[in-house]
């Protein structure tokens, strides 16, 4: 005998599944990167410094798709996004000065890590095929970065990071978004600290602030 209860609940489910699977890119439903966004997700590398003079490679602009779909990832759990994404990464990975020296992803608040149960930064290089060394931990408990303007972001991080050995090993420090880059400032000073030599750093994405494009009030207010 056929419930029609229970086939209703079964359709509510299959529709909730597939309202869930919607493109990061532009919504449209069933998958969670369309080919057309996919297609935007193309590495445009640029190179950027850190207040502390830190080169940066950075894969994409965080704008569009790659904004979304970072959002997606970092706050709404949709690790499958870090495939593409790491791919996007993998870019500015490939080159010779990083495939001589171990990625460092910059620490992820236990705060963060308990509300999503991974470490974005970490799972990004292992989609670009590396394995990330994880030898930074945080020690102290940081504000909120967002709204802050670069001095106030470098002084909340200052002296949050110790490296969790020593080592003269040469190093890459990486983070997902760079803003002011503050936090990556933060992460080559204490690895320099503990004795090792660092390159440079790398991220997947740069807000505009950081690029120093105007039009976003929020990152012209403060500096
Ligand atoms: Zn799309």
Redesign the pocket.
Known sequence: MLDTSRLRSLGDELLAFALAAS?A??D?GGTL??T??RGQMRPKPLVLRTPGGLRVEVALPFTGVAARSIRRLKGEGETLLARPLGEALSGVLATEVVSAALIVPVPTSRTAYRRRGYRVPDLLVRQAGLRPQRLLRTISQRSDQRGLGIQDRAANVFESMRATRGGSERVIVMDDVITTGATLDEAARALRVAGYDVLCGVALAATPRHRGLIGDSSATRRI
């Open positions: 493109c890119g532009c449209r990167l369309c057309s966004c």
